[in-house]
């Protein structure tokens, strides 16, 4: 049976984590050729580093030299081999991220001779950045406080505790001036304090503490046999006597973190039962085509790298990060986005959890922050956001009437505050006030309203009724209009009806350009289109906003090769765009987040959903869709390699390059499983029931079973042109092209 851990295995990657919001995710990392994690980790949204090193000694304090020999990643662990002294020890490290915000080094050496060694693991902080005035040792480890601040400023007093499983055999702290900060035990006081085979167990006193603080906890490994085992373990938390946020540190014991293992011989192998038990709770798929399996199961690691379990800060509810590094924060833009990719889940509380984390801070008007950090949220940041797509999404696959009724009112607030901020002049358009808004900061978009718009920063100086979020808008005014109806409340139906059906005539009246073949902005000083393509002009086509007599944009301004049909389509502005770059940069400059022709990954999985639900009865675009889903996973693969699947937040239209400059991998700002499920395997869930209907992919094999849809268990198992269709225990046999229609 495919197991997706070793699927996904391969030398050069190292994100590690354990679904919690604690991960070690550098984005260019130095060390990790060093034993330990020597690189930063993150901690929910905030960066730290370094946190620990392993040294082994002889019994003279002198140090062996480790050089590594080879380095394997899975989601689980990230397994480094050494040669220790003069490679007559080989040594096994498996560096795993437990519950907890516990990172573990977990060693296995061996040699043809008898050994007998001492393993150090250590670290070092800039005074600067420690809160309290000395370390604090409490017969288990030895730990001391961090200050650190998060890219909005805000504080957090973090602890951080080191400690050998089993025993520490001695200690040592002590103060230094300033040099480089590098795991090289050369450069470490501990080796001039090595006495008697151990270290002097207290802090050293020091009149200026200023400069550098080593820290290091010892264990001297049993002598005189081949085969020796020694783990050693750093944990963050917040600082019990500062933190304002509720979470309390526990007492760091051997026994506690041992705890984790709950029964398994290994950290390493705690790990691997974890992430099995996550990545069973997705469909089980498998294909014959490498890309797309491996997309598939890359996405669910993905998702869970950046889950952040419920309890912690802010956090009530489970929830998911955009990514990581700057993205590792839950981020309502791209909350709609999970939703869609863990509504298939076997338990879907982390798709409502998304709603619930998004909504939990929402103002008494009904705005909504667009970022929710661990412990603040902010009155700047905001953005435009699917939501009534993302619940129509979720409520076809997992219908739960309470939690529909408890999320309305929020939704309801949030629609309000939209039509009553965003349309006051009721023109059916709803406005965007800053292009970060709608994550397009550099865009020909916003020019026509604002010459200036590209060097703006949360600053709210424009208005562009734009397409997008007016998309967005009509959909969640279609969903209001049916839950008010559950609610048995007239006259808030009739309320959402009215406001869904004026932006369904501004958008199909006013915002659509039947000469251009597209759907543009519009600029509310002028109430004139303002003429500039951009690919989020097929939105509308996701929605029944688009009908019969706007298809020509799909099947002629979408498919052109001049516009937006490049090797690797969609790009976010066509060709034709006076600032087109597929390069990424943006008037002279490469950029961060360039919206003016690289493709991303979010606007294709809202283009191929467009294509998809117009593909029904027209062969032209149902073979547009496999093309661009084709496309668009084998781009996201470094150089093609079909054992190394990626997804970063934008590419190159015609190379398929990622912006790998930003060190951004694993963003998850996008629906990729989603899209496989339904047009792969063919399964499309709808408000009354479920299509069954397999896209003419070139694939010989794509099986998929464990999905749960309405109550209902489906299996889908497709050979070369012809499929079978299970649905709870009674089978279907059908060709390619021949869709099974079951309602509920």
């Known amino acids: 049976m495919l197991d997706p851990i070793e699927l996904l295995a391969r030398e050069d990657k190292w994100?590690?984590?354990?679904?919690?919001?604690?991960?070690?995710?550098?984005?260019?990392?130095?060390?990790?050729?060093?034993?330990?994690?020597?690189?930063?980790?993150?901690?929910?949204?905030?960066?730290?580093g370094p946190l620990f090193t392993v040294s082994f000694l002889d019994h003279e304090g002198s140090e062996l030299p480790c050089t590594l020999t080879e380095r394997r990643w899975t989601p689980a662990e990230l397994t480094c081999r050494y040669h220790l002294g003069r490679g007559d020890i080989e040594a096994t490290e498996v560096r795993t991220v437990q519950p907890g915000g516990v990172f573990a080094s977990e060693w296995r050496l061996h040699a043809n001779v008898p050994m007998s060694l001492h393993a150090v693991a250590w670290t070092v902080q800039d005074t600067d950045l420690l809160h309290a005035d000395m370390p604090h040792w409490d017969g288990a480890a030895l730990g001391f406080v961090r200050e650190l601040q998060d890219r909005r400023n805000v504080p957090l007093r973090l602890r951080l505790e080191l400690t050998s499983l089993g025993g520490v055999t001695s200690w040592s702290a002590s103060y230094s001036e300033r040099t480089a900060v590098r795991p090289s035990w050369d450069l470490a006081p501990f080796a001039d304090h090595w006495r008697q085979e151990t270290l002097p167990s207290r802090v050293r006193p020091a009149e200026e503490r200023d400069g550098l603080l080593y820290a290091a906890v010892h264990r001297a490994l049993p002598r005189g046999v081949t085969d020796l085992q020694v783990t050693f373990a750093l944990r963050l938390t917040p600082d019990e006597a500062a933190s304002a946020t509720g979470v309390r540190s526990r007492a760091y014991t051997p026994r506690t973190t041992a705890a984790v293992v709950a029964g398994v011989a290994t950290l390493g192998g705690a790990s691997r039962r974890r992430w099995h038990e996550m990545l069973d709770l997705a469909p089980r798929f498998?294909?014959?085509?490498?890309?797309?399996?491996?997309?598939?199961?890359?996405?669910?690691?993905?998702l869970w790298l950046n889950a952040i379990a419920p309890g912690a800060g802010m956090y009530r509810f489970p929830a998911t990060c955009q990514g990581i590094g700057p993205f590792h924060q839950p981020i309502v833009a791209s909350g709609p986005c999970h939703v869609r990719e863990l509504r298939w889940l076997a338990d879907a509380e982390l798709a409502r959890g998304v709603f619930r984390t998004a909504f939990a801070n929402q103002r008494a008007d009904g705005w909504i922050p667009g970022r929710i950090y661990f412990n603040h949220v902010t009155d700047t940041?905001?953005?435009?956001?699917?939501?009534?797509?993302?619940?129509?999404?979720?409520?076809?696959?997992?219908?739960?009437?309470?939690?529909?009724?408890?999320?309305?009112?929020?939704?309801?607030?949030?629609?309000?505050?939209?039509?009553?901020s965003r349309d006051a002049k009721e023109m059916g358009m709803i406005d965007v006030a800053d292009p970060r808004e709608v994550g397009e900061e550099f865009t020909s978009r916003f020019l026509p309203v604002d010459p200036n718009a590209d060097r703006y920063g949360w600053d709210t100086r424009l208005q562009l009724k734009a397409i997008d979020a007016t998309t967005y808008a009509y959909s969640l005014m279609r969903v209001l209009v049916v839950l008010a109806a559950r609610e048995d409340d007239p006259n808030e139906a009739k309320a959402w009806r009215r406001a869904a059906e004026r932006i369904a005539r501004a958008v199909r009246e006013r915002m659509w350009d039947q000469r251009a073949e597209i759907f543009f902005d519009v600029n509310p000083q002028t109430g004139e289109r303002t003429g500039v393509r951009s690919a989020v002009g097929f939105y509308p086509y996701g929605t029944d906003l688009a009908q019969d007599v706007h298809a020509s944009g799909l099947e002629r301004t979408l498919l052109d090769p001049a516009l937006f049909w490049t090797t690797y389509p969609v790009p976010s502005a066509p060709l034709s765009d006076h600032h087109f770059s597929g390069a990424?940069?943006?008037?002279?400059?490469?950029?961060?987040?360039?919206?003016?022709g690289r493709v991303w990954p979010v606007t294709n999985s809202h283009v191929v959903d467009a294509l998809g639900r117009w593909a029904t009865d027209r062969p032209k675009l149902r073979q547009a869709t496999v093309h661009l889903l084709r496309r668009f996973i084998h781009m996201m693969f470094f150089d093609g390699h079909a054992e190394r699947p990626n997804c970063f937040e934008h590419y190159n239209p015609f190379t398929g390059a990622p912006s790998s400059y930003r060190g951004i991998d694993d963003n998850q700002h996008s629906w990729v499983a989603d899209l496989i499920l339904k047009y792969v395997c063919g399964i499309r869930p709808d408000d009354a029931g479920i299509t069954v209907d397999p896209f003419p992919f070139e694939?010989?094999?794509?099986?998929?079973?464990g999905v749960h849809v309405a109550g209902?268990?489906?299996?889908?198992?497709?050979?070369?042109?012809?499929?079978?269709?299970?649905?709870?225990?009674e089978r279907q046999h059908k060709k390619v092209g021949e869709a099974l229609r079951v309602d509920w």
């Open 286 to 302: 498998t294909c014959s085509d490498p890309y797309f399996e491996r997309c598939y199961w890359h996405r669910w690691y993905g």
């Open 584 to 596: 990424a940069e943006w008037k002279g400059k490469r950029r961060n987040v360039p919206r003016n």
């Open 15 to 48: 994100y590690l984590g354990c679904g919690d919001g604690v991960v070690f995710a550098p984005l260019f990392p130095q060390w990790l050729n060093a034993p330990g994690f020597w690189d930063e980790a993150t901690f929910y949204q905030y960066s730290v």
């Open 712 to 729: 209902h268990t489906i299996a889908v198992r497709r050979e070369g042109e012809e499929y079978d269709v299970d649905i709870d225990g």
């Open 381 to 420: 940041e905001f953005y435009h956001a699917d939501w009534g797509g993302a619940f129509q999404a979720l409520e076809s696959v997992a219908p739960d009437e309470r939690f529909a009724r408890e999320i309305y009112p929020s939704l309801a607030r949030y629609a309000a505050w939209l039509l009553q």
């Open 699 to 705: 694939i010989d094999m794509a099986d998929v079973s």
